[in-house]
């Protein structure tokens, strides 16, 4: 029987709303744009993944989301890469109650000029004292650099937890393991016949840049 202590549990849709209203805040994501895809597609819908960052009370915010739902899974390590996953996995860790260390590997160029993740040598000693681990990045596209990090945690004896991340742009990426993302969205896209933006006469407000995947006109 719901109460004011036991709530009735927000319907997924509701809370996904309630959160990309928070991103909104931020300035992060845009609604109101006119980008034309590689692919060709048009969408009016941009993530500017710097922004996500900028403010420390919504950095709080959604750490503490990330936090909150793996709040029952006791963690030694919070493993990010990058800038503003750096941020959020800060505030994921100062939120959780095992009260984790906080780590990072960096993206580096292989041999074979693809990229992959390193971690820093002083960090290897933090996987002998339990190497439970909670993944946390900031947008995940294809999902590549989380499987990195997978293998990465694998490699040094540790044990991955979950992944937690801001924006998953797609429903179907899935990990071997527990997964929460704040906003779970893929971009809206519209073949040119059909986009709203163009039937306005709105000029196009963004240039996809070379080498981005398609739906993600940042990277
Ligand atoms: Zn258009």
């Not at 429903?171 to 993302?181: C, E, G, H, N, V």
């Amino acid at each position: 029987m719901p109460s004011r202590d036991n709530p009735p549990p927000i319907p997924g849709e509701i809370l996904d709303r309630l959160h990309r209203g928070i991103l909104l805040r931020t300035g992060a994501y845009r609604t109101d744009e006119h980008i034309v895809l590689r692919s060709g597609r048009h969408t009016a819908e941009f993530v500017a993944k710097a922004l996500v960052t900028t403010e420390p009370t919504f950095t709080e915010g959604l750490g503490d989301l990330v936090a909150t739902h793996f709040s029952r899974s006791p963690l030694d390590l919070v493993l990010t890469t990058g800038h503003g996953a750096g941020l959020i996995g800060h505030c994921v860790a100062r939120a959780h109650p095992s009260r984790p260390r906080v780590i990072f590997a960096t993206k580096e160029r292989t041999a074979d000029n693809q990229t992959d993740v390193v971690l820093p040598p002083e960090y290897r000693a933090f996987f002998a004292e339990g190497g439970r681990v909670l993944i946390v990045e900031d947008i995940l596209t294809t999902g590549e650099t989380v499987r990195q990090l997978i293998r990465l945690v694998d490699s040094m004896g540790g044990q991955v937890v979950g992944v937690g991340a801001v924006w998953r742009r797609s429903a179907s990426l899935q990990f071997k393991y527990p997964m929460f993302t704040v906003v779970t969205r893929p971009v809206p896209t519209y073949a040119p016949a059909d986009c709203p933006m163009c039937q306005r006469g709105t000029p196009s407000t963004r240039e996809v840049p070379a080498g981005a995947p398609d739906g993600d006109p940042e990277e």
